[in-house]
C-alpha cells in the first residue's frame, strides 16, 4: 500500500505548508519542493522497471535504440521543467513558469531533430 | 532519503517565525530579520540538496 503512504505524505505536507504559510511563505514553498522531490523518490524504484520493460520491448522489436533513449531523454526533461514551472506558478511567479516551460519545448524540439531530420529524408526517398 | 527531512524544514519553519515574532515582540527588528534570512538559507542548503540529487537521478534514469 505505497500509494497510501504517499497520500498521507502529501496531506501531513499540506497542512504543514499551510500552517507555515501565513508566517513565512518562503519557508512553505521550501516544503512544498521537498515534498515533491520525496514523493518522487518513492515511485522512481517503480519507474525503473517500466524503463527497462520498454528497452527490452524496444531490443526484441529491433527498433533503433537511438530512438528509444531520445524518447526517454524527452520525457525527463519534460518531468524536470514541469516541476519547476509548477513551483514557480505556486509561488506566484508565473512568468518565470512560462519561460521555464518554453526553455523545455525548445530543449525537446532540439532532441526531436535527428529523428525529424530521418522522417524528412525518407518521405524526400519516397517522393524521388 | 525519507520523510523525516519534510518534519525537519516544517519545524525549522515553525521555530524561526516564532523566533521571529518574539524578537519582534521586544523590539529588535534587525535580530528578527537576521534570524529569518538565516533559517531560509540553512533551509535553502538542505533544499539545494535534495534537488540536485533529484538532478542526478532523473538523469541517470533517462539516460542523459
Redesign the interface.
Known sequence: MEIAQITG?GL??TI?II??KN??P???I??S???G??I??MV?GK??AI?NLLSDLSKKTNIDTIYM?TL??I??IA??AE?GAEICKDAGEGSIASKIELAGKVMIMFLAVPIITSLLNLIVKLVN | MGVDIIFKIAAIGIVVSILNQVLIQSGRQEQAMMTTLAGLVIVLMMVAKQIMTLFETVRTMFQF
Open positions: 505524505i501531513i505536507a504543514l500552517v507555515i508566517q513565512k518562503e519557508m512553505a521550501q516544503l519542493i521537498i515534498t522531490i520525496v518522487f523518490m522512481i519507474f525503473t524503463i533513449t526517454l531523454k520525457v525527463g518531468y524536470i516541476f
